[in-house]
């Protein structure tokens, strides 16, 4: 093996880096100059190669800290930033057991949400059918959460959350609001039910027209805004993202989009802030496919309607009534578009529309207000003036 020469230039230079040791490696040589140089300033000449401990790694917020430290020795570092464990209610209540309230049973089952999951149907044995059915699959799944069922309304009583999914459904050629006269007489039913059974659950309304059941159920509960809320934006965002996703040839999981207004003709599926891997919308689409895209967000839920003859959607509305029980129960953050009551965010008051907010253990938290292009503000204001004439409000 080949080595170096080591003079005395080379332990001088070992002293100045503050070095007393100088390791001597295989093949080295030493001049007698360099012994007599180390002997004389105190460095110790050491047969290699040396066993030299792992370095210590740091992750990037220690880095920081040290760094902030030196900085200012009265600098205080921050409390660890511990992510909070998801909350497991201890009920659940769906009011509705058919295709949507049995598909949101399931999927809260199978996520173990809850300790109990109560299912109420007018329909006789429907709910306590779907009940009996989820539970024989526990032997399979191992889920905690246990099911049951009935017809009876104060079956609701000591939920954390309630899902009202009851109502009439669309038939081919209706729109939501054709369902006003006869869903509002199920809302004000369980919204009684409610009030007395279950006066500090979070209600979350899926029955249509939604904005407008939402609506009346505020008036029926007599709860504040931030415990009422109702699903729509969650499920017409995610019919955009797939049309998006769709029409790009990438999958949803590279799309940033995010639908507003009402769950109707009004709805305003929000194009200046979508994305498509991060990406404007005009790197990938032009204006003709983003235009059919919005289209087909609006008109998804017709689509399903048209195809099934009797019936609407009932396992992509599910999804979207689990993932606005996620965020409430801190499985997810950030926000997430939802139908609430404003007051003046957006410069609307009084009237239920879908908008971004962030949810938690109380129920709405507080609603984000998104940078609009002019026509995305005038669409809002023209869902919010649809529903307030539909409900016979004053604009």
Not at 38 to 57: F, T, Y
Request: aromatic fraction near 2%.
């Amino acid at each position: 093996m080949s080595g170096r020469v080591v003079g005395s230039e080379l332990i001088e230079d070992a002293r100045q880096r503050g070095r007393i040791v100088f390791e001597i490696l295989p093949g080295d040589i030493v001049t007698d100059v360099a012994r007599e140089t180390a002997a004389r300033i105190g460095i110790r000449l050491v047969d290699g190669p040396l066993e030299k401990a792992a370095p210590v790694g740091s992750d990037g917020n220690t880095f920081m800290r040290r760094g902030l430290y030196r900085r200012s020795a009265k600098w205080v570092a921050p409390a660890r930033n511990v992510k909070a464990k998801a909350r497991r209610f201890s009920k659940i209540a769906l009011i509705g057991a058919g295709g949507v309230g049995g598909n949101i049973a399931h999927l809260a089952a199978m996520a173990d949400m809850a300790d109990e999951i109560a299912l109420i149907d007018i329909a006789p044995g429907l709910a306590a059918a779907t009940a009996l059915d989820l539970n024989h699959t526990g032997g399979i799944t191992g889920t905690k959460a246990r099911c049951i069922g009935g017809e009876n309304l104060a079956m609701v009583s000591g939920a954390d959350v309630i899902v009202v999914t009851a109502g009439r459904a669309r038939s081919p050629g209706m729109t939501r609001a054709d369902l006003i006269e006869t869903n509002a007489r199920v809302i004000r039913s369980a919204a009684e039910a409610i009030r007395t059974g279950a006066p500090e659950a979070i209600v979350i309304v899926v029955t249509n027209p939604l904005d407008e059941m939402t609506v009346e159920m505020l008036r029926a509960t007599g709860f504040p805004r931030e415990r009422v809320l109702g699903m729509a934006g969650t499920l017409d965002s995610s019919r955009f993202r797939n049309a998006l996703a769709m029409a790009a040839g990438v999958t949803p999981a590279d799309v940033q989009a995010i639908t507003l207004g009402s769950h109707g003709e009004e709805m305003a599926p929000i194009t200046s802030l979508a994305k498509i891997k991060g990406r404007g919308l005009d790197k990938f689409l032009s204006q003709e496919q983003i235009d059919a895209c919005v289209k087909d967000a609006v008109t998804g839920g017709g689509q399903v309607v048209a195809l099934k003859k009797s019936g609407s959607a009932t396992i992509a509305p599910a999804h979207s009534t689990i993932e606005l029980i996620d965020h409430i129960r801190g499985a997810r953050s950030g926000p997430i578009p939802v139908s609430v009551m404003l007051e003046g965010e957006y410069g609307i008051s009084d009237v239920v529309l879908g908008v971004p907010a962030h949810l938690g253990r109380s129920g709405m938290i507080s609603v984000e207000e998104l940078r609009l292009t002019d026509d995305e503000q005038q669409a809002l204001n023209t869902a919010a003036d649809a529903i307030r004439k539909r409900l016979g409000m004053n604009s």
